[in-house]
């Protein structure tokens, strides 16, 4: 009956009630068959509500859209860029149908599939009317909800609508269905509708919840069979003051023949939580927990992700350990795993053993534990100069803390980049060495697993990300190996910049010519770490790749039913790492998109005041500037440097026309806000000097700013 249908609609592109009428089928078993024909990528509904086959002037592609806000397409490795008025009311990770137009532009014509269809928006006045307004960022949509749908509401509210596939040449959604998110007395109200905004749940379902209170809250003697009684050993976990999911615990000890065993001991979260269980099925959906301000959105209830799962301070804990023996030099002599019970001696933060490291103060509670620490901070200091020696690459870290008074209403304050201290880097460190050793003992043993995977950088682009650094005024050539970038050749750069004011924009533009990390069942290793064999396994609280892991390794070495489904395990992994890695995406996103928003309210406040930015990159029409409190924003570079200046886009430099003097990456600008756009969470600013004793380009930019004045 589909070659029928598919006939029927090539003869002539028709809607559901003329092949409803033509085919003679039932309502249900005709959307059951255009359902399968979309999902294989056949037809399409087109924006007259009709269908049409695919033809080969079409592609179909996943909607991207670049950190510049640029949306596209990939085709055949080739971008087709799409106008914000060719969306036709498609979302970022929509699966779309394009038409090219001209050159490398095309314009959406259909959409296959929906990667979230809610759209969050906030409710706003607008002519006395309430009126709703797109939350979801980067979203070029008009939204029409009748007023009787809105009766309920108040502004400053947060709703939801489920979206359909339907395009709209006009980028406009007629709404029909509403949830409100929140009121504006919601402490997360801004966080929860980010979240939703990337497809995230707030909610468990009552399967779920249900599985969940069931569960034991304590280790019974029946659990600990088979189990190694680690209960003993000085076992403790190191994580932020705040941190109530507890993942991984470690220890240190010295042996008899001078080596150093380091003990990295995972909850088994896999014990608890198997598959086909209504747990196992949400966090599968979920994929990771998210993390948005101050809100948490977890992977599992907190009955388990705090609680029997988390190992917490003072009770046994069932868990997976990894113990690894050192030499003096750091090199492994040795390794085994187990399945053990522990007891945690202590929860260390991060913050105590900063105040040590860096002015020898400790709390008294620490002090039974001092040797071990100072013997965890030893080894780690010897394995983090071997994971130099490999070539680790190490970016400006992207965590930004967003600080508010607690006590004026979160009130904020301003922003900081979390640079990871000494004590984050030991249990990095600690954690990637168990993550090496598990990635290395599942491929000796043949146990499909998904590896964490890193590809070479392009040469191509990093020969134009090396012309643009030489204008920065780094002058030596990057070293080649095996006709690609050798990462310590890339380290020497970062390392040449560490201190340097400039080190943003040289971390900047290094890394998005690399590329991006991601889960495969077919490892090609990991570049950024230096290492042929790495995996995800020391976070199944947190995400559902580790604990899929856990669950591989229950099949192959306890059940040892693994060996005979092996292209089934790889078929289930391979369909897993794909949305897994979208998913990692959205959650990126999501924190991303808090300290924008955060960003644009708090400078909607600030219209009046002077600042000093940086410019961290330049495009024909914008250039991005970073200010001196770490907020980010947009010159238009037509209202704000126009004629005065032209831009050349390979060496990321603004010409002035007058004095042929350049604006380079990180030159530093007197800046004001120009508009607020808290929805779309951008800041734009207008510029009012160069911040630099440089004549010539102080005039060219004074006469511009006197023309636009």
């Given amino acids: 009956m589909k070659e029928n249908i598919l006939k029927l609609i090539k003869n002539r592109n028709t809607n559901f009630e003329n092949l409803l009428r033509l085919s003679m089928l039932s309502v249900d078993e005709l959307k059951s068959i255009l359902k399968d024909l979309i999902e294989e990528k056949k037809i399409f509904l087109n924006s007259s509500n009709k269908y049409e086959i695919i033809t080969d002037n079409l592609y179909i592609g996943t909607l991207l859209r670049n950190s510049k806000g640029v949306s596209y397409i990939e085709v055949n490795g080739e971008k087709v860029y799409i106008l914000p008025e060719d969306l036709h009311t498609a979302l970022k990770y929509d699966t779309v149908v394009v038409e090219t137009t001209h050159n490398n532009y095309g314009t959406i014509r259909g959409i296959i599939g929906r990667k979230n269809n809610k759209l969050v928006c906030e409710v706003k006045i607008k002519n006395n009317q309430l009126r709703l307004v797109p939350f979801n960022g980067n979203c070029e949509l008009s939204i029409n909800a009748p007023q009787e749908l809105l009766k309920d509401l108040i502004v400053g509210d947060r709703v939801y609508t489920i979206l359909d596939d339907k395009i709209n040449d006009a980028n406009y959604v007629f709404v029909t269905n509403l949830t409100k998110i929140s009121d504006t007395n919601d402490k997360f109200r801004d966080e929860k509708a980010i979240a939703i905004s990337k497809g995230f749940e707030i909610e468990f379902s009552e399967e779920a919840m249900i599985e969940a209170n069931n ?170 100069k071997l994971k130099d020696d490999k070539g680790y690459l190490g970016f400006e ?73 030489k204008e920065l005024g780094y002058g030596r ?80 070495c306890l059940d040892y039913i693994g060996y005979n489904h092996i292209d089934e395990i790889k078929a289930a992994l391979v369909e897993i790492a794909e949305d897994y890695n979208y998913k990692e995406r959205q959650a990126d996103d999501a924190e991303v998109d808090y300290s924008k928003l955060k960003m644009a309210q708090f400078m909607a406040m600030q219209m009046d005041t002077e600042f000093v930015g940086m410019i961290l990159d330049i495009d024909k029409d914008k250039v991005f500037v970073k200010l001196d409190n770490n907020v980010r924003g947009i010159l238009d570079m037509h209202s704000d440097f126009g004629y005065a200046f032209t831009v050349d886009t390979h060496r990321k430099v603004l010409v002035c026309n007058y004095s042929k003097q350049t604006i380079k990456l990180g030159s530093k600008l007197l800046l004001k806000v120009s508009k607020v756009d808290i929805p779309q969470k951008e800041v734009y600013f207008s510029v009012s000097d160069i911040y630099k004793d440089n004549k010539a380009i102080n005039n060219c930019v004074k006469k511009k700013v006197r023309t636009k004045n």
């Fill in 215 to 384: 569960l034991p809250t304590f280790v019974r003697d029946s659990d600990k069979e088979g189990r190694v009684d680690l209960t003993d050993k000085v076992i403790y976990t190191i994580d932020s003051i705040t941190t109530k999911d507890i993942d991984d615990a470690v220890s240190v000890e010295r042996l008899p023949n001078g080596n150093v065993l380091l003990g990295v001991h995972i909850a088994d979260v896999g014990y608890y939580i198997k598959p086909g269980s209504a747990l196992f099925k949400e966090a599968k959906k979920r994929k990771t927990s998210v993390y948005i301000g101050d809100l948490v959105v977890p992977m599992f209830p907190s009955v388990i992700s705090n609680g029997i799962c988390s190992l917490n301070e003072g009770v046994e804990r069932l868990a997976r350990s990894t113990f690894i023996e050192y030499d003096t030099n750091g090199k492994v002599v040795n390794y085994s795993m187990c399945r053990s019970v522990i007891k945690s001696k202590k929860k260390m933060t991060y913050e105590d053993l900063t105040n040590y490291f860096n002015e020898n103060q400790i709390d008294e509670t620490y002090l039974d534990y001092i040797q071990e620490i100072d013997l965890m901070r030893k080894l780690a200091s010897i394995l983090r």
């Fill in 477 to 556: 050539q990057l070293v080649r190996i095996n006709n690609a970038y050798g990462a310590k050749a890339i380290q020497n750069v970062l390392k040449q910049y560490q201190s340097s004011p400039l080190f943003s924009v040289v971390s900047n533009l290094l890394l998005r010519s690399m590329a991006k990390a991601r889960h495969s069942v077919e490892n090609i290793g990991h570049f950024a770490l230096g290492e042929d064999y790495y995996c995800h396994f020391t976070a199944p609280i947190r995400r559902f790749i580790d604990l899929m892991i856990q669950t591989v390794e229950d099949l192959f």
């Fill in 397 to 469: 870290s992207s965590d930004m803390v967003v600080k508010t008074d607690p006590f004026n209403n979160d009130q904020i304050l301003g922003f900081e980049n979390r640079s990871p201290q000494e004590a984050d880097r030991i249990i990095e460190v600690f954690m990637i060495a168990c993550n090496v050793i598990r990635a290395t003992d599942f491929t000796e043993k043949g146990i499909p697993i998904l590896y964490r995977i890193h590809d070479k950088p392009d040469s191509l682009k990093l020969d134009d990300t090396l012309d643009k650094i």
